[in-house]
Every structure is written in C-alpha cells, then in structure tokens.
C-alpha cells in the first residue's frame, strides 16, 4: 500500500488529489507486475485549514481501523497552527 499524505493549501486539494492519483497509477502497475502483488496507491489530502475531500472518507478504513478523519483533520489544523505561531513570533 502506498501512501501520500499531504497537506496542500485549500484551493489546491481537488488539483493534489488528482495528480496524485495519476502519478502513483504507473508505479502500483509496476509493482503489482514485478511482484505479483496487490498494490493501491492512497493519497490522503487535507487542506491547511482542515478542508477535506468526500473521497477522503473511504481511504482511512482501507489503511486501518485505528484512524478517524477528525483525528487527521485534527493534526492538520494543529500543524497549520503551530507554523503560524512561529511565522509570527
């Protein structure tokens, strides 16, 4: 399973997405032919001030039970916070 997390500005996470998307495509074929296994590439995107996607909701479950949307989007917006204060310190 390959997994991208990124935390792009808010009007660039439907374009991320999306690039990602088309950029891993290459590689889970290569590595599915090369190994004879199943691969998926999931590209989790939230946005600097929390804005997500619909299509977030279904990557979660397919990595593990243990992570909820909030708790990324909870992360998201603490890190975005954190390099503010320090910005403006």
């Given at each position: 399973?390959?997994?991208?997390?990124?935390?792009?500005?808010d009007?660039?996470?439907?374009?991320?997405?999306?690039?990602?998307?088309?950029?891993?495509?290459?590689?889970?074929?290569?590595?599915?032919?090369?190994?004879n296994?199943?691969?998926?590439?999931?590209?989790?995107?939230?946005?600097?001030?929390?804005?997500?996607?619909?299509?977030?909701?279904?990557?979660?479950?397919?990595i593990?039970?243990?992570?909820?949307?909030?708790e990324?989007?909870?992360?998201?917006?603490?890190?975005t916070?954190?390099?503010?204060?320090?910005?403006?310190?």
């Amino acid at each position: 399973m390959l997994i991208d997390v990124a935390i792009p500005g808010d009007r660039n996470v439907i374009k991320k997405e999306s690039e990602d998307i088309l950029k891993y495509k290459d590689l889970v074929i290569e590595i599915q032919r090369m190994w004879n296994v199943k691969a998926k590439a999931i590209p989790v995107k939230i946005g600097v001030t929390g804005t997500i996607l619909e299509s977030l909701r279904q990557y979660p479950s397919n990595i593990s039970e243990n992570h909820e949307i909030k708790e990324l989007h909870k992360t998201a917006i603490s890190g975005t916070a954190h390099i503010l204060r320090k910005v403006i310190m």
